[in-house]
Every structure is written in structure tokens, then in C-alpha cells.
């Protein structure tokens, strides 16, 4: 019995792969073939080339800072992040091989621009199949390859279970690193106008006339003009407070808004596409509250993808014995 793993997109979310591979294996699992789209396909790349504790210890290290350094702020190269200083630091003797050397099967999905298809990717550099696996819009420039310009294959499959059952797998472990996300908080409604509101705040009994002098008011007037005075001030209150145009929230910036499309691109896709296609197993880390660019946050995601994948432990143990 072959079984495979499939390692699903999303970006900074994806170190939540290592926690889950250090999980399967100690239960003893050995995959017969591996599949990854987008940040999966990168760490597939370093499991396969027994490099998944170093790739470890550089996220643990990343943080913001290094985060800024990829930019590319000339963008002229299609996208914000310079491709030399992302991916030259994984180029060794260990990666700079053709993906057919690797000691199983293993492919990455890619989309083609030109087409919008699916581009499963079988042969070839491997950190030219990572890249294009990888390449998200607007963040990394498309990749060319064999007359075709290459994006991320999370525009079109971000769970990769189709590919990994093309590869010989009788049996399919899918990790989703999509399915507990929380949006960004959406742009209220178009407001109106503010109503301005304005109500009399002098005494009810008037304005004295300057030429007049002021005449004493009787008790029981006094105390029903401080009462009505008490009462048209809740008034104004209450009615400032209704019509009053509330705050507008700050506007999302760029990578936000990107950020936060790719969240929604990704969920859609991946529901229609595991619906079709379901794996055997699939485990679910709850890292939503964590933002695709949020490479910083490795040691947590570490920490909840190894934690769900012990809480599948007893459905991926059921698997491998079927």
C-alpha cells in the first residue's frame, strides 16, 4: 500500500508542515510519495532532501526585519519579493538536483498564466519547481518554463490530492492549512452624512432680553424649567448619539489587502476542491489567526501544526493499516 502526503499552500502558514511531518513521523510513517502546492512544495523539497531541521532553524530565526529585506522595491520584476534573495539561500549540493533524483516520487503544482490550467510539475530543478509552485501573484514573479509563465499552484489546486493519487498513492494524507481562516475585518457599509443634530442647550425659560431687567421666577416654575431642561438634554443626547456618523476605519493597505484575497482565493478553492476530491486523512491546523505573512510566527505554527497532527493520530493510524 502507497501512501502519500499532500502539503497544501499558505505562505507563512506553511511551517505549520514541519510540526506535522516531525508528528507522522513519530508514528512511524514513511510517505511513498509526496505532493505539494506552493509553501508545501518548498517544504516537501527539504524533507526529501533531508533538510527539514535546517529549514526549521532558518524560520525559527526569520522575523520581520529579514521579512523587509526581500522586497524588491524597484517591482521590476513582477512582484514585491526578490526571487535571488528568497530562494539562493536553499541553493546547495542537496537542492541542486533534478527532482527525478529524489529517493520518491515527488511533483509540485503550478498554474499557467497564459491558460489558467493546472501544471503538474514531474521533472526538472527542484528549486526551479518550488519556485514556480511558489510563485504567489503580486508577492513573487511568474516563472518560465517550457513556453508557459508559471504562478502559484494555489490559484488552482491549493491541496494538492488529485496529484498525489496521479503518483501511485493508495491512500492520500492532506494537510490544509487553509481550512480555519478568520478575514481580515471586512470595510463597513457606506455611511451617510452625519446629520447634525442641535438642540437649544440655554434654559428653557429663554434668553433675557439685555434691556429688560431679569424677573424672578417662582419656585415651582424654577423646578419644572430644570426638569425640562434635564429631560431636552437626554434628548439631544440620545439623538447625537443615533445619528451621529461613527468613526471610519482605517483603509486595509496593499499587502493586506492582498494577503487577505489570497486567505479568500485559497478557502473557496481548497472547499470545491476537497469536496471532489476527498483524502483518506486530513489534518487541519487552527492557525487562521495567523496571517500569510507573518513568517516570524514560526515556533507557534511549528508548535499547532505537530499539535493537530497528534489529535488525527488515531485516523492516520486506521489508514496505514487498511
Not at 503544482?109 to 528549486?127: F, I, M, N, P, Y
Not at 426638569?227 to 471610519?248: S, T, Y
Not at 513568517?295 to 493520530?313: K, N, V
Request: a negative charge.
Amino acid at each position: 500500500m502507497k501512501i502519500g502526503l499532500a502539503l497544501g499552500s499558505g505562505a507563512a502558514r506553511g511551517w505549520a508542515h514541519v510540526g506535522v511531518l516531525r508528528a507522522l513521523s513519530e508514528f512511524g510513517l514513511k510517505p511513498d510519495v509526496i505532493a505539494g502546492t506552493s509553501v508545501g512544495a518548498l517544504v516537501g523539497a527539504a524533507y526529501l532532501t533531508d533538510q527539514l531541521e535546517e529549514l526549521k532553524q532558518f524560520a525559527m530565526g526569520f522575523g520581520m526585519l529579514d521579512t523587509i529585506k526581500l522586497l524588491d522595491l524597484t517591482l521590476s520584476r513582477g512582484g514585491l519579493v526578490s526571487v535571488e534573495k528568497a530562494y539562493e539561500r536553499f541553493r546547495n549540493e542537496h537542492t541542486d538536483i533534478a527532482i527525478e533524483s529524489l529517493p520518491i516520487p515527488f511533483a509540485a503544482v503550478a498554474t499557467d498564466l497564459s491558460t489558467g490550467k493546472e501544471v503538474w510539475l514531474r521533472e526538472g530543478h527542484l528549486l526551479d519547481v518550488v519556485r514556480a509552485s511558489a510563485a504567489i501573484p503580486g508577492m513573487f514573479p511568474a516563472v518560465p518554463y517550457q513556453n508557459m509563465w508559471l504562478a502559484d499552484g494555489a490559484l488552482v489546486n491549493p491541496v494538492p490530492v488529485s496529484l498525489c493519487r496521479a503518483l501511485g498513492a493508495e491512500v492520500v494524507i492532506a494537510i490544509n492549512l487553509n481550512g480555519d481562516l478568520s478575514q481580515m475585518p471586512r470595510l463597513s457599509k457606506a455611511q451617510l452624512g452625519p446629520v447634525n443634530v442641535s438642540l437649544p442647550e440655554h434654559p428653557i425659560e429663554g434668553t433675557a432680553d439685555a434691556e429688560m431687567p431679569a424677573r424672578p421666577i417662582p419656585k415651582p416654575l424654577a423646578k419644572l424649567a430644570a426638569k425640562l431642561n434635564e429631560v431636552g438634554e437626554n434628548a439631544r443626547q440620545q439623538i447625537q448619539a443615533r445619528f451621529a456618523k461613527p468613526p471610519r476605519p482605517p483603509a486595509p493597505g496593499i499587502l493586506e489587502v492582498m494577503a487577505s484575497s489570497v486567505d479568500i482565493m485559497q478557502d473557496r478553492i481548497t472547499r470545491s476542491r476537497l469536496a471532489g476530491e476527498p483524502p483518506d486523512v486530513l489534518i487541519t491546523p487552527r492557525i487562521g489567526h495567523i496571517g500569510i505573512l507573518e513568517f516570524e510566527r514560526a515556533e507557534e505554527l511549528i508548535q499547532l501544526g505537530y499539535t493537530a497532527a497528534i489529535a488525527m493520530r488515531p485516523a492516520v493510524e486506521l489508514a496505514m493499516v487498511r
